[in-house]
């Protein structure tokens, strides 16, 4: 699940619980509707933890070698004396 689709969710149900006043036969709404942000809310921090992470800044030390800050640190191939 992605951000879009979790920031759908939230609005979706924010949608069913606040602003619907409808009553379906069996079905409470305002539950649904709280379901829905809930699960978005979780899936928002979900994608957060596992896609934060893996995006790695480019950092340049010469106009032609370009290395992620993970290299730099001693994960990549060591630098050239």
């Known amino acids: 699940m992605g951000i ?3 920031l759908f969710l939230i ?3 924010a949608i069913l619980a606040f602003a ?3 009553h379906v036969g069996g ?3 305002d539950v ?3 379901i829905l942000m809930a699960v978005g809310a979780l899936g928002l921090v979900v994608t ?3 896609w934060g992470g893996r995006r790695g800044r480019v950092v340049s030390d ?3 070698t370009y290395r992620t ?3 730099r640190r001693g994960y990549g191939p060591p630098d050239a004396l």
């Open 48 to 50: 957060t933890f596992i």
């Open 32 to 34: 649904v509707g709280w």
């Open 4 to 6: 879009g689709v979790s």
């Open 11 to 13: 609005a979706a149900g």
């Open 69 to 71: 800050i993970e290299e």
């Open 27 to 29: 079905v409470n709404m």
């Open 20 to 22: 619907l006043n409808v």
């Open 62 to 64: 010469e106009p032609t």
